[in-house]
């Protein structure tokens, strides 16, 4: 009885329906979370470079600005577009054509955790040079 069942269930045109959305649905979500994840890790990265370019600006304004005073300033940027915690570095380099430069560098880790696949943790790093000005 079963058996016939499942057999007129099987020829049913809604079954057949039915069962090929169970077998493509779980890959089509994973795609879709997938490009969801890597949109918002570029989101991230660009306001990042957004922020470390805004600090740039303030330290070629005042030189003697820290690195606690330029992760601050980055924390501020970001505010709630991010949702991650940034780490800020400071390097002031050698001369060049009379000018000192400064780089600042900025990075976080984030991790991808999706059902069913092995979580994945990458680095975003993004860096700035500006030259500082001269006292």
């Known amino acids: 009885m079963f058996a016939d069942h499942a057999s007129r269930l099987l020829r049913h045109a809604g079954a057949a329906s039915t069962i090929e959305f169970g077998v493509v649905a779980p890959a089509f979500l ?77 990075s976080y880790a984030r991790i991808i955790d999706m059902p069913f696949i092995t979580p994945v943790e990458y680095q975003i790093t993004r860096q700035v040079t500006v030259p500082l000005r001269a006292n």
Not at 35 to 56: P, Q, V
Not at 74 to 79: A, E, H, M, Q, Y
Request: glycine share 10%; hydrophobic share 45%; proline share 0%.
């Open 30 to 106: 994973m795609i879709v979370i997938g490009i969801f994840w890597y949109g918002w890790s570029m989101h991230n990265a660009s306001s990042l470079t957004f922020a470390l370019d805004h600090a740039g600006r303030a330290l070629q304004i005042d030189s003697a600005l820290s690195r606690t005073a330029l992760q601050n300033l980055v924390d501020d940027k970001l505010g709630q577009t991010s949702d991650v915690s940034v780490t800020v570095n400071l390097e002031v380099g050698a001369e060049v054509n009379g000018a000192q430069l400064a780089t600042i560098s900025g």
